[in-house]
């Protein structure tokens, strides 16, 4: 009765065949059974009892071919519109999803079928619309495989975007990560720019999850390539193999060569056999060349380089005819204090001492005669192959000025020289190029008395001497500048002789006496005991009293006075005079033998004490 009740077409049927007799339902049939078995929960859902068979096939076609749209999990569509600003995708809903185009710029050849990778941003719109999104699905897909490349170290396929502070920025799998510029590759990267909008493999080095950055690299990809060639090319290095390199860096100090993975340096030295400046003027960046192996360390890592030694040496090409004393013309490359270095061919320089440079026998810096680049022209003075040095003169081109020295300057001439230099014991005077003087201290003046040169003339002051002495062989000319004038001293023996008194103020007051000036050169010095004035005081600086001339000395130019002389000499005059007067008046008055000797004796202690 369950099964009739359940099926209308049966019950008509039964109706139509005995349409006289009454229907009895179960319920009515059996009422404590129907009331049993009732289903309650579908009575109350208002759902019809449906077969279990047909309910299991129904959800079985379901689960094939619906989505469940209450997930976030990430579902493939196919493509079955595209609009002017929007694409339909069809997942297998209640209805087909919308996607905007924008999402798909990455991939301008989107197609009618094709399938892609969506995520259900919006179930439902305001107009009933699934809203799906590409972009959203891309990026959980790309989270998933950025983390399974680097955990795996697998080779992605990047898309580089653009240029950036310190790198480039990648696409990689929808995200955007960044390419360091030393990731770029093992050499030094100087144009950026030349990788952008290019495809390229990288390895994902890097992934920070909490701020969702990701670190790519295309030099780990072919580091271990050159790993391998490195360890194959430094097993094979032996001093003296020639090998080709790139340029990869120049250096002031030399170039660094990419030998394949391992690098090598070229000094500034074993670049060229002429000297050079800097090394940008023989190679440049990325320039191929044959370099020589000169030497490496034991573990190889540091490897010597050298590209002079792949030509002939220089000195090796020098005319055999060249020699000592022959003139040569050549370039100034350097110069230092003690001399200038001349270029007379390609790789062939010689040095030019100061000493060289000039007659003079004063050594200055060789920047006073030369500079670098300038041409010049020398003597060889010394050849030597074998070591490879040569040393010039420039000198040489001019006569010796010593060779007439007698007859340009002999002895008693008189000339004009400069000064030049300064010694504790004399000056230095230059007569012309070549030719250099020495004045003693003490042949330059009659009458300063001179501690130190300078205190007479100073460097560059004209002075006009005498040739006392010349000696030929030793290059040495003795002079005297106050030979130049009469010796005033001649005069002054005579004006300042002996006894002579003469006026004059205390100059200065010094250790054990005084110094009194009479004239411009006669300076004389008074003892501290013969300052004593004839009141017993003595003089003072600025005083101005007569004095007698006790000690005059021309050789020594020594001139010695005496203030206390001239009153003592008076006093003892007086003295005598007295004596003289007193003796004719008792001589006269006749006195006894007693009474004379009592004046005597009074006049000698007067004339003692005063002594």
């Known amino acids: 009765m369950a099964e009739e009740a359940k099926n209308p077409e049966v019950e008509t049927q039964e109706t139509s065949t005995v349409k006289e007799a009454p229907v009895v339902s179960e319920a009515q049939a059996n009422p404590e059974k129907f009331l049993k078995e009732f289903n309650w929960h579908n009575y109350q859902e208002g759902i019809d009892e449906v077969d279990g068979k047909q309910l299991e096939e129904f959800e079985k076609l379901v689960a094939e071919n619906f989505v469940d749209t209450l997930n976030d999990e990430v579902v493939e569509g196919k493509v079955v519109h595209i609009s002017d600003r929007d694409a339909i995708i069809d997942i297998n809903a209640k209805s087909e999803g919308v996607i905007s185009l924008n999402e798909f710029r990455y991939n301008p050849n989107l197609a009618v079928g094709d399938k892609v990778e969506v995520l259900i941003d919006v179930r439902e719109d305001a107009t009933g619309q699934l809203v799906l999104s590409h972009r959203k699905a891309r990026v959980i897909k790309a989270w998933d495989r950025v983390n399974a490349a680097h955990d795996s170290g697998e080779i992605v396929n990047g898309f580089v975007k653009c240029r950036t502070k310190g790198g480039m920025i990648v696409d990689v799998f929808g995200i955007e990560a960044f390419l360091p510029g030393s990731q770029i590759d093992v050499k030094p990267i100087r ?347 003595k003089l003072s600086k600025g005083e101005t009293a007569d004095f007698k001339i006790i000690e005059f000395n021309k050789e020594f130019k020594r001139v010695v006075a005496s203030h206390t002389a001239i009153f003592r000499e008076e006093e003892a005059k007086n003295v005598k005079a007295a004596a003289k007067k007193a003796a004719a008046a008792a001589a006269e008055a006749k006195p006894t033998l007693g009474d004379a000797n009592d004046a005597l004796q009074a006049l000698k202690d007067k004339l003692d004490g005063k002594a």
């Open 191 to 537: 144009d950026y720019d030349q990788y952008v909008n290019k495809t390229m493999e990288f390895k994902v080095v890097k992934i920070n999850h909490e701020f969702k950055n990701v670190v790519v690299s295309h030099k780990a990809l072919i580091e271990a390539d050159i790993e391998e060639q490195k360890k194959e090319i430094i097993g094979q290095l032996e001093k003296g193999q020639v090998l080709e390199g790139v340029v990869k860096n120049v250096t002031s100090y030399g170039v660094f060569i990419d030998l394949g993975g391992v690098d090598g340096l070229i000094h500034i030295t074993d670049l060229s056999w002429s000297r050079i400046n800097h090394p940008n003027e023989i190679v440049e960046l990325d320039q191929k060349l044959n370099v020589v192996i000169l030497d490496f360390d034991e573990d190889k890592s540091r490897i010597q380089l050298g590209l002079k030694q792949l030509s002939k040496h220089p000195w090796e090409a020098l005319a055999e005819e060249v020699k000592v004393g022959d003139k040569v013309k050549g370039k100034v490359v350097v110069i230092a204090d003690y001399g200038a270095f001349i270029e007379v061919a390609d790789g062939v320089e010689g040095l030019i001492h100061v000493s060289e440079m000039s007659w003079s026998t004063h050594l200055r810096s060789a920047q006073d005669f030369v500079s670098v680049g300038d041409e010049v022209e020398a003597v060889i003075l010394t050849l030597d192959r074998e070591e490879r040095k040569m040393s010039l003169g420039i000198k040489q081109l001019t006569p010796d000025p010593w060779t007439d020295i007698t007859e340009k300057y002999p002895l008693g001439s008189k000339h004009t020289g400069v000064v030049r230099n300064f010694t504790n014991f004399g000056v230095f005077v230059e007569l012309e190029e070549g030719i250099d003087g020495l004045i003693y201290i003490s042949d330059l003046s009659w009458t300063k008395k001179i501690k130190h040169p300078s205190e007479f003339c100073a460097v560059g002051d004209k002075l006009d001497v005498v040739v006392l002495e010349l000696d030929v062989e030793g290059r040495k000319l003795s002079l005297g500048h106050k030979q130049t004038t009469d010796n005033p001293w001649d005069k002054y023996e005579t004006e300042f002789a002996l006894d002579t008194t003469h006026s004059g103020a205390i100059e200065e007051l010094v250790d054990k006496g005084a110094t009194v000036k009479f004239n411009e050169d006669i300076v004389a010095f008074v003892p501290a005991r013969h300052l004593e004035k004839e009141d017993g005081s």
